[in-house]
């Protein structure tokens, strides 16, 4: 598409491929946070009832998959209206919910959790993790 005179219909075919083209771009950030969040409804079980070494691979595990999203996001040229707008919504849920399994393990798990405590924990963790897996899904569907 070279040159600076183009018909109606090549000029509608240009903002189509760049529409598509721009809408293609939120893809990896919705995967990004798709795995993030999954990876979230792991994190904390792990934490909190693995067995030596667990906590401490699932500890590197995250430090090494924040680097890594952190510098994969920073590298991202995204233009995408809805990336724009689900982002801050998306990441403030995100880090309220990532809160109430940290407090519950940290301060609130007994020494010798019972199957209820057990139960509480995980489901916090899958709540933790759902807020960025809305907005991977969303991001993924963007057409």
Do not use: Q
Request: glycine residues 10%; contains cysteine.
């Amino acid at each position: 598409m070279g040159g600076d005179h183009l018909t109606p219909d090549e000029a509608l075919r240009e903002i189509g491929r760049v529409d598509r083209r721009v809408r293609h771009s939120s893809r990896g950030p919705g995967r990004a946070y798709l795995l993030v969040g999954l990876a979230t409804m792991v994190y904390w079980p792990a934490m909190f009832f693995g067995f030596h070494p667990l906590p401490l691979i699932a500890g590197i595990g995250w430090i090494v998959l924040t680097v890594a999203l952190c510098v994969y996001m920073a590298r991202l040229r995204v233009h995408d209206r809805l990336m724009k707008r689900i982002n801050g919504p998306v990441s403030a849920a995100y880090v309220v919910t990532m809160m109430l399994p940290f407090v519950a393990g940290v301060w609130m798990l007994p020494d010798r959790p019972t199957a209820g405590w057990t139960a509480a924990l995980v489901a916090l963790s899958v709540l933790a993790g759902l807020p960025l897996v809305y907005g991977g899904l969303r991001l993924m569907r963007n057409r």
